[in-house]
């Protein structure tokens, strides 16, 4: 740890950041004391602002690979790090699960299915071949910017792609496999898929109904996997619940409804040795069980489940703020057919938008059960519409949103 923060005292950014404090720094002693590290800061200036002669020598020696995190644009981050760093993330990762701990990370087969976008190091904006999507051992599956648009000819190709390299496991963007699932069905596809061990899910917020479809279609062990491109992995799913991936990794928990038990997810990590984040606010929320007793800065403090991002928060009557995770978390409770759903709002209107497994409306039964909760939580005053679609498009980013200000 002290060769670390040594070298966090050479980090231009910590410099202008922790002004003469900086002398003094700890990583994990009186860590509070500390300004947070906001996307701004690592943003600016990039790349000078993160410039060691250690990193410089690095990129001389073509050490490093550069990456960016998905997003808009304007949230985009840019990022240096040793070349396959995430071999080491996923040997940290896994073994923390009891389905994951035994997947030789050198010889074990992956698949990827996420947005064509960004998937983990590999970017792609054209149609590679086959051979061209496997990279050491993991195989990227998709080539389309919007997984609504795969037509029989797409999913055909991602099965026979599938039967070839036959995966131990598969990581997925919950909507991207839950839309490939349902298109099997509804396409009538005969060609027999190869199932994986298990699958993991992660890339976005995992929501109830896209997983229980998914648990149920395949009928194999699916974990969720909380994590950044940034940062790596910080929970995993045993058991139900949310475990801490702690190696390398310290997270505190700062007030953001605090009534409700919804925190800020505060993160200091020193897995990339060229770029450590200190206090980093990711921008994402977490529930927490307010039977459990916390202190502020206390690692291994058990959340309940993840609420999403801060900038997809939306408020209601009484200026209570409403995350995406809260939704979710009451609408699991409710047993129909729903597999993907939008929340638009605009003045005293929210427009519930939904797809189904069978492409047919929800029963009236099923609205005023999903009604019930959103006055809930919004007040009676909002006006509640409900809307069948026939798809839902993500955003430039490639991922969805189950909450949408219009």
């Avoid at 997003?71 to 923390?96: A, M, V």
């Amino acid at each position: 740890m002290e060769q670390i923060e040594n070298y966090i005292k050479t980090i231009p950014l910590y410099h202008s950041l922790y002004g003469e404090k900086i002398k003094n720094f700890k990583f994990k002693d009186r860590l509070k004391e500390y300004p947070l590290l906001l996307r701004s800061h690592i943003i600016n200036d990039f790349p000078n602002n993160w410039m060691t002669s250690k990193l410089r020598n690095a990129l001389n020696l073509d050490e490093i690979e550069k990456t960016t995190t998905s997003g808009t644009s304007g949230h985009r981050i840019q990022i240096f790090r040793k070349k396959n760093w995430w071999k080491d993330e996923y040997i940290r990762t896994y073994r923390y699960s009891d389905y994951l701990k035994n997947f030789h990370v050198d010889v074990g087969k992956k698949a990827i299915l996420t947005t064509a976008i960004c998937s983990n190091a590999t970017c792609y904006l054209d149609f590679p071949s086959y051979r061209e999507r496997i990279i050491y051992n993991t195989l990227y599956l998709n080539i389309s910017t919007d997984p609504n648009n795969w037509g029989k000819a797409d999913i055909e190709r991602m099965i026979i792609e599938l039967n070839d390299f036959q995966p131990e496991y598969i990581d997925a963007d919950p909507i991207y496999l839950a839309l490939f699932l349902q298109k099997i069905e509804s396409l009538g596809i005969k060609i027999k898929l190869h199932l994986p061990k298990m699958i993991t899910l992660s890339y976005e917020l995992v929501t109830s109904y896209t997983k229980r479809y998914i648990q149920n279609r395949l009928n194999i062990p699916v974990i969720n996997l909380y994590g950044t491109t940034e940062l790596g992995y910080i929970y995993i799913e045993q058991n139900g619940r949310q475990i801490r991936c702690s190696d390398l990794s310290y997270v505190e928990f700062i007030p953001f409804a605090e009534k409700k038990g919804i925190y800020h997810l505060i993160v200091s990590s020193t897995k990339n040795e060229y770029m450590p984040f200190v206090r980093f606010k990711m921008g994402d929320l977490v529930k927490i069980n307010l039977q459990h007793k916390f202190s502020q800065l206390l690692d291994d403090t058990q959340i309940e489940y993840i609420c999403g991002r801060e900038k997809d928060v939306v408020f209601n009557n009484n200026d209570e703020p409403i995350t995406p995770g809260e939704i979710d978390h009451l609408l699991s409770k409710l047993e129909n057919n729903i597999l993907l759903y939008q929340i638009q709002i605009k003045n005293r209107i929210i427009i519930f938008r939904y797809m189904t497994l069978d492409y047919n409306q929800i029963t009236v039964t099923i609205q005023e059960q999903i009604s019930e909760i959103l006055v809930e939580l919004f007040g009676q005053t909002y006006q509640i519409k409900f809307r069948l679609e026939r798809s839902i498009a993500p955003e430039v980013s490639g991922k969805f949103l189950n909450i949408k200000k219009i």
